[in-house]
């Protein structure tokens, strides 16, 4: 019996790296194609076409693999997806990839600066950010491009994700690529998918599809700010996942020395 599993997100959280880790295991079926993401399940048509026609269209050339997997990081902000998955596949596996929010959003500022759509400095980006979100125009984009701080408040989107779903996994890429704990954070991976590890997982090769741009440095003030919005989110995230975040001592360091 095959399994369905959703990647979905979160976005500049190295989920790309993670599917390409995926479809080259043999048992794994990932998406084609891969770009643009497919995003079905953000529009009731995928409904009305039905199961069979989203295995022909997104999954025409697997053979006998036993998981087919699709990634599309819009899903994890838009919680209306969650029952469209569940009348199309029912009980899927969901697995969530985050890491780092400031680092995730100085990513996701540069991926939209190097699709001419955001003319303004990182530090402008990020200060504006902290007092509201941007407008956009939704034809442009399925979500906004200028949520640089409020996608990183993972808990608010991924617990309803974990609510709704038997088997759900979060993984951070911090652990992902780091060389002593990527056997088990891979392996963990594939436990959510039902797949034995053959030989000892380890991420294959560095992240993939990161953001151009020149790179530009946050003022100390200012990255105290970002841990001091994050905060509240990550103990959250913290409290839901019953586990430590991996940047936490870098939140930490950015609280004392603003303290200090």
Not at 108 to 118: A, H, K, P, Q, V
Request: net charge negative.
């Amino acid at each position: 019996m095959r399994t369905h599993a959703l990647l979905i997100g979160a976005q500049r959280c190295g989920t790309t790296f993670l599917a390409d880790l995926l479809d080259a295991d043999e048992r794994i079926a990932m998406n084609r194609p891969t770009r643009p993401e497919p995003k079905v399940f953000l529009d009731d048509a995928v409904l009305a076409a039905g199961a069979d026609d989203y295995r022909r269209r997104l999954f025409g050339h697997a053979t006998d693999e036993r998981v087919l997997g699709e990634k599309s990081t819009s899903y994890i902000e838009r919680p209306e997806a969650i029952a469209r998955v569940r009348a199309l596949l029912g009980d899927p596996v969901v697995i969530a990839q985050l890491r780092d929010p400031v680092a995730r959003a100085v990513s996701n500022y540069r991926f939209t600066r190097s699709f001419g759509l955001e003319d303004r400095s990182l530090v402008q980006a990020l200060s504006e950010n902290l007092l509201g979100p941007r407008p956009w125009d939704p034809e442009l984009t399925s979500v906004s491009p200028y949520a640089y701080l409020e996608r990183g408040r993972y808990v608010e989107h991924l617990a309803p994700w974990l609510a709704a779903f038997t088997t759900s996994h979060v993984c951070f890429l911090e652990e992902m690529v780091d060389p002593v704990l990527s056997p088990a954070a891979v392996a963990g991976v594939y436990d959510a998918l039902g797949l034995e590890t053959v030989g000892e997982p380890r991420a294959p090769r560095p992240p993939v599809n990161a953001s151009d741009g020149e790179r530009q440095e946050l003022p100390a003030s200012l990255l105290a700010e970002l841990r001091d919005y994050f905060a509240d989110s990550d103990a959250a995230l913290a409290r839901l996942l019953g586990r430590d975040l991996p940047w936490a001592d870098a939140a930490a360091d950015a609280t004392t020395t603003r303290e200090s």
